[in-house]
């Protein structure tokens, strides 16, 4: 596979998201063995970044890339994130602290069963705690060999410039896809300006991209996609013109949609490394098919053109750019 770089990180450019291991989608905690094959295949396949939070599961998707990792962690870059605490009667609590970097690192660490965490992310910004603060105690984790490297999810330029500042920032993650495109088309000058990379997070369109979703009735009443804008009724219909232009280029190519769609994102630099997310080993494969296909600048130019998605990122969008 071929790599990418993010800031003096270099990783493989597709990496893998395991979030839907253990939440969030649809069989979500449905066979974790078959997860369990679908990262060591990953590894096998040039895959070296897996991406994990403490809030996943919570905590039991650290603990499923831990297990999973178990005589296998030289050479595969760990990544997590703290600072999102579900509360239980709903919704969440943001906490960049200082003391709560510490308790979290401790934590992750001891779930993924290593001594050492290669990217660590500020999953979102807390805006009760300056990101000097926040940034000061992650600098001090790296001093100490804890963290290799840190990142931010999902902040916006003030923010960014303001914590490199502080201690160089490796990666920004966001959504970035071809139907999330604005977020990290805006902040791409300023990354590439600081020599941060970028890691977009679903970059099928949470797996709208792939065609197997036309209709919300396909996904588990669970499914927080349920509740997600663009797929409601009204934004589906809109959004399904994207998917079938993605699908025309697939046909062109012999290829699948999720893979024109992952090539677009590849083809827009060397520093960037999108991780999308599957638990199934046969998606995962369809995935890394990517690494080598390659679009006509025709082609590109026509999925350039295509319109935003309807509908926001998200039922609540308090929480991202800041």
Known sequence: MELATLGALSVGRLGLGCM???????????????????IHRALELGVTMLDTAETYGPHTN????????????DGVVIATKFGVH?????????????????????????????????????HRM?????????VGALAELIAEGKILHYGLSEAGEETLRRAHAVHPVTALQTEYSLWTREPAERMLPVLRELGIGLVPYSPLGRGFLTGAIRSAD???????RRSNPRFADDNLAANLRILDAVEIVAADLDAMPAQVALAWVLAQGDDIAPIPGTKRVVRLEENIGADTLRLTPDQLAALDALPPAAGDRYADMSGVGR
């Open 126 to 134: 807390d805006p009760a705690t300056p990101i000097e603060d926040t």
């Open 218 to 224: 396909a996904l588990d009443p669970g499914d927080f």
């Open 86 to 122: 579900p509360r239980s009667e709903g919704g969440r609590t943001l906490d960049g602290t200082p003391e709560n970097v510490r308790r979290s690192v401790e934590g992750s660490l001891q779930r993924l069963g290593t001594d050492r965490i290669d990217l660590y992310y500020q």
């Open 20 to 38: 839907g291991m253990s939440a969030y989608y649809s069989g979500a905690n449905s066979d974790e063995a078959e997860s369990i094959r679908t």
């Open 62 to 73: 650290e603990e499923l890339v831990g297990r999973a990792l178990a005589g296998r962690r």
